[in-house]
């Protein structure tokens, strides 16, 4: 597979290069670009992988070359990690010619551009993003940020990365049920944007594997184009990346599901409540909901794992919420969704019944 190199234009150039064994290929990706040290950034799976290959590759360019380990997990992006890093980076005496490197999915990428934005007033951020959530998503957006007080993503920056370097092989590492966690975001670009990409999925269900570069590229184009409109969602229209996130954010923080698991759940309120809205046929309903039944996602989560009352709390305080009142994306068709809808409580209420069983 050869390189294809894409860029997103803000106020920085972000170049996304997709191709295999991209790692064994920076002095071409970074071109004359010249870093004074790096800092890897990873959990212990990744670098026990990977870490090896690409810090040898850069012990070309610099001699300073540090790795920063965090523990697995959603329950690592916590300001406790964050100043850890930024204390290492101290401690090292990194400067403004520095640059940090996520080697990871989307808990390590979210801390390594909270870290790029924050250290000297913002340094260049490296995304090498090694889960299928984080190729189709996480690492596309220069969005950080870390959890704080049962509040998912309530510190952050916005800091564009610098390069963004896919390589669709490593995922041959990845465990199924990380495969199935980043395929819930997959099937949420194709449910809320890309009609292509959903019918893509639904004939190729029997061995998806070998799409994924294809897959990974459409993801990319979707989110290219929208956060390049609104890299600081101020136009509203970047909240289209959001479709059900609303209550999927809350599912994964109280209830402990993978990202992609929870926001399966979100997507499945979201679509019933667009059909109750008869915004959405029943048939599209029916055929988006099978879509995730049919890559293994949950649809129904036990009312014994969140309460309503969580549930309220935490949309009252969703980045969409509008003077402490939620609204949602929602779907006016197969890959056509919809942001700043208001939903009576009525009618939350009802679907929630619906999913929480």
Known sequence: MEIKTYQIKTEEITEILIGQKNMQKLASIFGGKKYSSFLVLCDNTTKSLFADTLTNQLKKFSKLVEIHVVPNGEESKNITSLFRILEHM??????RKSA?????????GDLATTVSGLYHRGIDCIQIPTTLLAQVDAAIGGKGAVDLRNYKNI???????????????????????????????????AIALDKTLFELLEKNKNDISKLFPVIIQRCIHAKMSIVQKDPYEKSGSRQLLNFGHTLGHAIELYAHL?????????MVFATKVSQKLSMLTTLEAEQAINLLKIYGLPTTLSKNAITKEVIYKHMQKDKKAEKGIPTFVLLEGIGKAKSGCRVSRNIVDQTLDEVLV
């Open 155 to 189: 510190v952050g920056v916005f800091k564009q990365p610098r390069f963004i370097i896919i390589d669709p092989s490593l995922l041959t590492t990845l465990p199924k049920d990380q495969i199935r966690s980043g395929m819930g975001e997959v099937i949420k670009y």
């Open 100 to 108: 940090v490197i996520a080697l990871g999915g989307g808990v390590i």
């Open 90 to 95: 101290v401690e090292k005496n990194f400067d």
């Open 258 to 266: 993978s990202h992609g698991e929870a926001i399966s759940i979100g």
